[in-house]
């Protein structure tokens, strides 16, 4: 383990095979990993649960929980020489936690979102992170990157519902890299939806204020991908909105409406609102409703 510097190259440190050897030995010998995803959705839920009881929520709404590949959190947080050792471990450990959750809170109140945001970065090939597998072949990394969602995605039971986030990094309002269009986005989805043992029910595409300036030439590619959302019955949610800029919104939201055409799609934020100053929340959702229609 080591501090993570945002919107920096990962550093990596020099270990000889006896340190190897015996840092994973330590981790493979303590406790069970605890990842704390369950453990929170299940508080949240009681929360959640109370509100709906109250009548603040809308009984048909679901608990959203969003979870990292195990990449997100191996790529910052372990030192290279480890990752590929720590790998399964993590991995047993998620799959515990989605075990538990889905165990615990009703299917029928549940959507569990798998976030890819390292993920992207090995898509294409950004040098900052560097994944453990694939020998430094770009298609050999794609194909184990799909491999590895779609084993998560086969965590989730068929009766709860899935959606897939896809993002450039959010780490302090930065991307690691500006999308300069939808292609990987689109490219890995359709790998992805071929693939799915589970129905995505929605997919999430990131909207960058970077691309005002090419919007059309930014949404293209989700002409290609409108086969599959119609197939798989998915609903589409693009990132565009942006606190305190609705001139931004609107057009973004024109650009995507005449490449989807009569595709409908929802309105999200470009990103998670976990680093999301509390005081913007409020304006943030009712941008949110402004220029969207209610669904329930």
């Not at 949240?44 to 109370?50: D, E, G, L, N």
């Amino acid at each position: 383990m080591y501090e993570f510097v945002h919107n920096a190259p990962v550093v990596k440190n020099d270990y000889t095979p006896e340190q190897i050897e015996e840092g994973i030995a330590k981790l493979a010998n303590s406790a069970p990993l605890n990842t704390g995803y369950d453990e929170m959705a299940i508080a949240s839920y009681a929360v959640f649960k109370k509100l709906k009881d109250e009548g603040v929520l809308n009984k048909a709404m679901r608990l959203q929980v969003s979870i990292p590949t195990p990449p997100n959190v191996i790529t910052p947080f372990v030192q290279a020489v480890f990752q590929a050792k720590v790998e399964p471990i993590y991995q047993a450990a998620l799959n515990r936690a989605l075990r538990k959750m889905q165990d615990e809170i009703p299917h029928s109140e549940l959507a569990i979102q798998i976030d890819l945001a390292v993920d992207t970065a090995f898509w294409e090939g950004f040098e900052w992170f560097k994944p453990w597998f694939g020998d430094g072949n770009l298609e050999k990394v794609r194909q184990y990157t799909v491999d590895y969602i779609i084993r998560m995605i086969g965590q989730v039971d068929e009766d709860v519902e899935l959606g897939i986030h896809n993002c450039y990094g959010d780490m302090e309002h930065r991307h690691w890299k500006e999308p300069e269009s939808l292609a990987t986005v689109v490219e890995r989805g359709l790998q992805i939806f071929e693939k799915s043992p589970h129905k995505i029910n929605f997919f999430h595409a990131p909207v960058a204020k970077s691309a005002l300036d090419h919007l059309d030439s930014y949404f293209a590619p989700l002409k290609d991908l409108v086969p599959a959302l119609k197939k798989h019955n998915t609903e589409l949610y693009l990132g565009v909105i942006h606190y305190n800029d609705m001139s931004a919104t609107r057009k973004m939201i024109d650009a995507a409406t005449t490449v989807l055409g009569d595709y409908p799609f929802g309105v999200a934020t470009e990103c998670g609102w976990g680093r999301t100053p509390p005081e913007q929340i409020e304006d943030i959702m009712k941008m949110s409703t402004e220029v969207s229609q209610p669904v329930m």
